[in-house]
């Protein structure tokens, strides 16, 4: 069946520009994640739904970091006034229930670049 | 806050030669335990876990990995690489309470040589 799609694969932005990232994942899966991979590092997370609900969205950097998921399926990051410091690769996994246990599927990833 | 140290940035095999990259976490209660390779290119990819029950696990393409309560360590081992195992590997952890997210380790580029 299909994985996990992010769109676009690629962005380019100027500083102070608004940008909208998003997952689709695998159908079915309630609990979905975003995370984010600067150059040379893992994945670090920012924010986590179960169902519609953020349930941990401690890992959001600052307030100019949203995300939605306002049917339990798609979600979409949003990050206003863009800078250079949020160039990085954004990634969204998606898993079956949200348990500790449970596998992550990763999508491929948005590259985010700010000039 | 929970943290996983993996040693070494760059590892460097011959082919058909062991490969064995480390991977410790930092919580008094053990969490459980995740392998992800990520080929250049591509997302990443569950190679194994260990969530209860026996403590040595084996994964896809050959690896298997052991949890040692005592040494807080989950190190990833194949016995004989291959080129095609030349990829970033990340060791993460989530909490057995509170947190669900994966916190990954900053990771391990293996390269096979011919």
């Known amino acids: 069946g299909a994985g996990v799609s992010q769109t676009p694969s690629n962005k380019v932005t100027e500083k102070g520009k608004y940008v909208e990232l998003r997952c689709d994942p695998i159908?079915?899966?309630?609990?979905l994640y975003w995370y984010r991979q600067s150059l040379g590092q893992g994945p670090e997370f920012l924010i986590y739904f179960q169902g519609t609900g953020a349930a941990d969205d401690s890992g959001l950097p600052n307030d100019r970091f949203f995300a939605v998921r306002p049917e339990g399926s798609v979600s979409t990051l949003k990050i206003q006034r863009t800078e250079r410091g949020d160039s990085a690769v954004y990634l969204c996994?998606?898993?079956?229930?949200?348990?500790?246990?449970?596998?992550?599927?990763f999508g491929p990833g948005t590259r985010l670049t700010v000039l | 806050a929970q943290s996983v140290t993996q040693l070494g940035s760059h590892v460097s095999v011959s082919e058909g030669a062991l490969v064995l990259l480390r991977c410790n976490y930092s919580s008094s209660v053990p969490p459980y335990l995740f392998w992800y390779v990520q080929y250049p290119n591509q997302g990443l990819q569950l190679l194994l876990k260990?969530?209860?029950?026996?403590?040595l696990v084996k994964g896809i393409n050959g690896f298997e990995a052991e949890f040692k309560k005592s040494e807080t360590s989950f190190h990833l081992t194949k016995p004989s690489a291959h080129m095609s195992d030349a990829a970033e590997y990340f060791c993460?952890?989530?909490?057995?309470?509170?947190?669900?997210?994966?916190?990954f380790g900053s990771g391990t580029r293996l390269q096979v040589q011919p």
């Open positions: 993460a952890v989530s909490e057995r309470t509170g947190r669900r997210a994966l916190t």
């Open positions: 260990y969530t209860t029950g026996a403590t």
């Open positions: 996994a998606s898993s079956p229930t949200g348990d500790g246990t449970d596998t992550q599927y």
């Open positions: 159908s079915g899966h309630t609990a």
